[in-house]
């Protein structure tokens, strides 16, 4: 089975600052994704990034970058210049592939708080 | 983009009624979707898995009695709780994936209170 793990509860960040969330995750599977998923006060689930198992590049959205590290089952996401609209609670998750049938299985989370 | 509308956002039911939340794929047809449930300040935590024309997957420890799922079209899954108690109270997620390797669609929760 699948874990995912976050250990950071919380964290925050001056505003324009950058701040990085760490997440690791066990798999003994080759083919899969890793998403961070941002859920701010409304609960609604928003995607921020995603990376494929099989892309060596560490992929990038705007200020939200990640750092994957497939060997060490490594998932971390930086945010740059840190707005006042990213703090929410901040979910790392693992999917294996095909999606279909495989469901998301989500870390625990880690509350960013972004301080003015 | 794609869109995933769960209904209804809240509800309040009183103890021993059933309550039934719609999780519908708007623009895309899902044969698979995902419920979930969030306790306050916790992770999703995966209740079942619903699959169009057969029967749901759930995970060990939900009770399939307690959390019905129908799959009765390809853009709806519904998830009911019958005989609702305080303990049930909770907030529940769909998600659907539009394809075989692609990122989930989710709903907007629904925050379910039993009094």
């Known amino acids: 089975a699948q874990t995912v793990t976050q250990s950071q509860p919380e964290m925050s960040v001056q505003e324009a600052e950058t701040v990085t969330l760490s997440c690791t995750y066990d798999?003994?599977?080759?083919?899969?994704?890793l998403f961070w998923y941002k859920q701010p006060p409304s609960r609604q689930m928003i995607l921020v990034i995603r990376?494929?198992?099989?892309?060596?590049q560490n992929a990038t959205e705007n200020r939200f970058s990640v750092n994957f590290q497939k060997a060490a089952k490594s998932f971390s996401l930086k945010i740059s210049d840190s707005q006042l609209g990213d703090t929410a609670m901040y979910f790392c998750?693992?999917?294996?592939?095909?999606?279909?049938?495989?469901?998301?299985?989500f870390g625990a989370g880690t509350r960013l708080t972004v301080k003015p | 983009g794609a869109v995933v509308s769960q209904h209804p956002s809240r509800v309040i039911c009183k103890s021993g009624t059933s309550v039934k939340i719609e999780c519908r794929s708007l623009?895309?047809?899902?044969?698979?979707m995902f419920w979930y449930r969030q306790f306050p300040k916790q992770s999703l935590m995966l209740m079942a898995t619903?699959?169009?024309?057969?029967?749901?997957?759930?995970e060990q420890g939900v009770e399939k009695d307690k959390f019905l799922i129908n799959h009765a079209s390809l853009t709806l899954s519904t998830l009911t709780v019958t005989s609702a108690h305080p303990e049930d109270s909770s907030f529940y997620i769909c998600?659907?994936?539009?394809?075989?390797?692609?990122?989930?669609?989710f709903g907007q929760g629904t925050r379910l209170t039993v009094v």
């Open positions: 623009d895309f047809q899902a044969t698979t």
């Open positions: 990376q494929e198992a099989y892309k060596q």
């Open positions: 998600s659907a994936p539009m394809g075989t390797n692609t990122e989930a669609f």
């Open positions: 619903s699959n169009e024309g057969s029967k749901a997957t759930y």
């Open positions: 798999t003994s599977e080759n083919n899969y994704y």
């Open positions: 998750a693992f999917m294996k592939l095909p999606y279909n049938n495989n469901d998301m299985r």
